[in-house]
């Protein structure tokens, strides 16, 4: 186990002395601040909640912001050293000015509250502190705690932390995703005098290039998510079609020569709990039969496609099954299955279910192909296989506009309330109540 403390850089003098008298009187004459808010994960807005923060905010123009951009972005490259962020793609820069009055605080957070959300593509933070002198108040120093790396890798958070005081006209800089908190503000002078408000312009450096994760699916779950929510782009989902012969003896050519060079796929168990079928590497030779059988694909599906993978050659093996799922939903929209050969007692069938609901036994010969939406429409090996070898190659493609996302099933699944589909975990409420919210 260790204790890393969390790396932070203060940059005395800022502004000029010009544009912090003239950033102080921007403040003082309008009447801009609105309660703060806070966003609790897995949430699609803020509220205001005092058992978290109580400050009160107000959104940057950009005549004030002006001020600000060229030297937060001079200073990028300085501060993510000084603040061990890794190098990214400068996207947007957040802003806003808070003020803290008698007892305002701020518990501890990240400003990364929900990594699925916008929120995740902040990467560094910034305030700058700014108040008339002499100072009329106590507190509002920002906590950073430091962090513990246990021996397993896991980061939890540290009770040890340190300590920035909010100096005037000084702006400090750390991780977005570093835990900290402001301590409550206690006025000293006479309330509402000149320099007893405890000022800051803050906010966030995204990310340009920031991709946010996917939400973790156990397989029952992803299926159920992706049977009910997935477009579909056919009548019924699936179809047996012939495949064109010459790439049927072609594809059996290369199984047949390279029958003995098969070996053990890599173990997935979750999927094919009986045992890892056998596998042909054809990567010298399978972007020819992708290429090959796209135009089938795409007069079945009736959309332009790009082709994503080509997998195989898959041998199962005697008494193998393959449980109930869809496939990846980024790049397995529109797929099919080319069977080959097969040395078996008894037809081994696919299970699947068409785009209403229906259940379906789907038994190939040497030479046929199904079509299918195979990250929409769930599909099987249910029986175990009665025999020696049945192999077959894979074949997907996407739409050439294809956006869907996991996360974006999530949220039309809890649009609908659909808590037959989701876990409890997966719930805003859930979300909201085991982790902290972001500013």
């Known amino acids: 186990m260790s204790v890393e403390s969390i790396r932070f850089w203060v940059v005395e003098d800022f502004l000029t002395n010009d544009e912090h008298d003239t ?46 951009e060229d030297k937060l972005t001079a200073l990028l490259p300085h501060a993510r050293r000084e603040v061990n962020v890794d190098r990214f793609a400068l996207g947007a820069i957040e802003r806003q000015i808070t003020v803290h009055d008698d007892g305002d605080f701020f518990n501890a957070h990240t400003d990364i509250g929900d990594p699925y959300g916008e929120s995740g593509a902040r990467r560094l933070s910034y305030v700058y502190y700014f108040n008339n002198e002499p100072r009329g108040f106590e507190g ?26 909010p100096v005037d006209n000084t702006i400090v800089f750390f991780s977005s995703n570093a835990m900290h908190e402001v301590r409550p503000v206690r006025i000293t002078g006479e309330h509402g005098a000149p320099g007893t408000r405890r000022y800051t312009v803050n906010g966030w450096i ?38 064109p012969p010459a790439v049927h003896r072609a594809m059996r050519a290369v199984y047949l020569e390279r029958f003995e060079q098969r070996h053990t796929e890599g173990d997935d168990s979750v999927h ?28 079945w599906s009736g959309v332009e496609l790009l082709p994503t993978a080509a997998y195989g050659l898959r041998v199962y093996r005697s008494g193998q099954t393959l449980i109930p799922h869809t496939d990846r939903l980024s790049t397995h929209v529109i797929s099919s ?20 609901g229906n259940e379906h ?5 040497e030479g046929e192909m199904l079509l299918y939406e195979s ?56 979300l909201a109540a085991s982790s902290l919210p972001a500013s």
Not at 272 to 299: R, W
Request: with cysteine; aromatic share 8%.
């Open 206 to 243: 995204r990310d340009r290039d920031h991709v946010a994760p996917e939400p973790a699916l156990d397989p029952p779950t992803r299926t159920a998510l992706t049977e009910r929510y997935t477009p579909s782009f056919t009548e019924g989902g699936f179809k047996k079609v012939e495949t």
């Open 337 to 356: 299955i080319a069977h080959i050969a097969h040395d078996t007692v008894e037809p081994w069938p696919l299970w699947i279910i068409d785009i209403e």
């Open 272 to 299: 094919m709990p009986t045992g890892t079928p056998d596998f042909i590497n054809i990567d010298d030779v399978k972007d020819k039969f992708h290429f090959a059988l796209q135009s089938i694909h795409e007069e």
């Open 361 to 365: 036994e789907i038994v190939l010969e």
């Open 140 to 165: 509002g120093e920002l906590i950073l705690f430091d962090q513990i790396t246990n021996d397993n890798g896991t980061v939890e958070v540290a009770e040890t932390f340190q300590v920035v005081e």
């Open 375 to 430: 990250a929409r429409c769930p599909h099987a090996r249910p029986k175990p296989l009665n025999g020696d070898t049945y192999c077959s190659m894979f074949l997907h493609y996407k739409p050439v506009d294809w956006n869907v996302t996991y996360r974006s099933l999530v949220e039309r699944a809890q649009a609908d309330g659909a808590t037959d589909v989701l876990p409890p975990e997966l719930w805003p409420e859930h």
């Open 23 to 68: 950033l102080l009187r921007i403040v003082r004459n309008n009447e801009i601040f609105a309660p703060a808010q806070v966003t609790e994960p897995g949430a699609t807005a803020g509220g205001a909640n005092e058992r978290h923060r109580r400050a009160s905010v107000a959104s940057v123009d950009d005549d004030v912001f002006g001020l600000f």
